[in-house]
């Protein structure tokens, strides 16, 4: 299957923040979930994705060709959703699918866009000021979606939303996704929604892609260890991710339970979370020696 | 484009029906003074000005550009949208200011002159010379950053006008032709900055970063 979006060594260069070497891919059919901390650089690398900033290195390809931000035919196959709505105030609905039928052309479909409006509850004679957090995005989303894009970039969709209109977003993603074409890129730090519904992880700390990878390898395989400063001593360093103290004794991430296992066989072993990992990465030193006490 | 537009005019519907609603009370206020009509000419065709750059303030507010600019829109085409904005608002302000005249010629039974005619359209294209100067700015530094140089554009050419007709340095410089040359060249000269200032905005904008 081929590649919806694919980003080889990507680098921006802000003064007080580097994206560095960022590269991951995403096929068809497939959402990936793009985790990190607040500030992690999963913004600017969408920005890139988008050409809404020059990168310093490296290519993004979007449906297999190098994206300009000029190429409205390819953009017309893009719908994307930021973290909050950026649709003016005074407009209502009405005037919204008025206004994006002209930008779209025959490619919105005003009878969805108005099927999601009905599905999502938005009044259509309202102006958006009114609306409340989670009336905004559910419009951002049907805006999105209404001209039956190929790949969808979603940079926090569902942050600041309460747990029933989460839910909800992600039927209508799932939805989406189930035609083979269509790919989603799901930016967000809510792990629990990707745990959900993404197929692939990528994640990003400090402007570095830490790994990209398939979510059930990060749930079935990965695994936390936990030792005592004792047993700690005796595990190799080739055998750990990323080590992490903590008051009960040291923690290690390791990448493959079930080998760990059989090598020390009295260490406690529990399954992850993409939230663990993604503390592990952040609070965690990756050490080149085991954590010796 | 249309859409674009579209966009700014529901946006700024309430906005400008206020404006409408002011122009209509002042025309009551000053439209029976003897230059009472032609400071309400201006006026429209000024106010009618504003709103681009209103629009672009909302534009900012809301992170419109970033947004679009991910829709199928190119940034020639976000550019233009606002060049072309300016030139409808402006025509429609200037169509509104001569409707007032008129309205007023008819109420004081004085009707209307080719010199206020002449006035009106002289200020259309002032205004569109003003947008010409200001939209290239509004895109550099942003409108908020813009509001000191939107007052200078504004004031400069008024205090130039004072100061040159104080110290008389004009006085018996300029001859009737010329002035009559001037106004037939002066339009063209606003046209082709119009045009100039188009191209100046979307290179601007092709290398500003979102």
């Keep these: 299957m081929s590649n919806l979006l694919e980003l080889r060594g990507v680098c921006k260069d802000y003064r007080d923040f580097q994206l560095n070497n960022v590269s991951f891919a995403l096929p068809g059919g497939a959402i990936m979930g793009f985790v990190g901390e607040n500030g ?14 020059r990168r310093d290195a490296g290519e993004v390809e979007v449906f297999g060709k190098p994206l300009n931000v000029d190429d409205v035919a390819a953009k017309a196959q893009i719908g994307v959703v930021f973290d909050e709505s950026y649709f003016h105030d005074n407009l ?3 005037q919204v699918d008025h206004m994006m039928a002209s930008i779209f052309r025959d490619a919105w479909d005003a009878a969805y866009f108005e099927a999601l409006r009905k599905r999502f509850a938005l009044p259509k004679d309202k102006i958006i000021k009114s609306f409340s957090r989670g009336m905004k995005m559910k419009l951002s989303i049907a ?13 926090e969709a569902t942050s600041g939303l309460d747990p029933i209109v989460r839910d909800e977003i992600l039927d209508v993603f799932l939805e989406f996704i189930s035609d083979e074409q269509h790919s989603i890129l799901f930016s967000s730090h809510i792990t629990s929604d990707l745990e959900k519904i993404a197929d692939y992880v990528t994640f990003i700390h400090n402007g570095k892609v830490m790994f990209s990878k398939n979510k059930d390898t990060l749930i079935y395989e990965y695994g936390i260890a936990r030792c005592t400063a004792a047993q700690a001593a005796k595990v190799a360093s080739s055998d750990v991710a990323v080590t992490r103290k903590t008051a009960m004794g040291t923690e290690f991430l390791v990448t493959d339970r079930d080998s760990f296992h ?13 939230e663990d990992i993604m503390l592990f990465y952040v ?9 010796a006490v | 484009m249309r859409g674009l537009i579209y966009k700014d005019l529901y946006n700024l519907k309430k906005y400008m029906r206020q404006l409408l609603l002011i122009i209509a ?12 009509a032609s400071f309400l000419g201006v006026y429209t065709v000024m106010v009618s000005m504003m709103v681009v750059i209103s629009s672009m303030s909302y534009d900012e507010f809301a992170k419109w550009d ?35 005249y008129l309205v007023i010629g008819i109420i004081t039974r004085k009707g209307m002159t080719l010199e206020d005619l002449v006035g009106i359209i002289g200020c259309f294209f ?26 200078c554009v504004a004031l400069l050419p008024t205090l130039g006008v004072i100061l040159v007709s104080k110290t008389g340095l004009l006085d018996n410089g300029i001859s009737e032709e010329f002035l009559q040359t001037l106004a037939f060249v002066a339009p063209v000269i606003v046209v082709v900055l119009f045009i100039a200032s188009f191209f100046l905005s979307v290179s601007i904008v092709t290398k500003k970063e979102f």
Excluded: N, W
């Design chain 2, 126 to 151: 002032a205004c569109l010379l003003m947008l010409g100067v200001l939209l290239p700015l509004l895109y550099k530094f942003g409108v908020e950053k813009a509001r000191m140089m939107i007052l």
């Design chain 1, 143 to 155: 805006a999105a979606l209404a001209h039956h894009p190929k790949l969808l970039l979603l940079d």
């Design chain 1, 283 to 291: 609070k965690g030193h990756k050490e080149d020696k085991s954590c």
């Design chain 1, 262 to 274: 059989r090598r020390y066989p009295d260490v406690v072993l529990d399954r992850v979370s993409i």
């Design chain 1, 40 to 53: 992690a650089g999963k913004t600017t690398t969408l920005k890139c994705i988008l050409g809404l900033v």
């Design chain 1, 92 to 94: 209502t609905t009405v």
């Design chain 2, 66 to 100: 970033k947004f679009v600019l991910t829709m199928p829109v190119s940034r020639k085409t976000l550019v233009g949208s606002k060049y072309l904005l300016g030139l409808l608002v402006t025509a429609g302000g200037s169509l509104i200011a001569i409707a007032i």
């Design chain 2, 25 to 36: 009370v002042m025309g009551v206020l000053f439209g029976m003074q003897d230059t009472g």
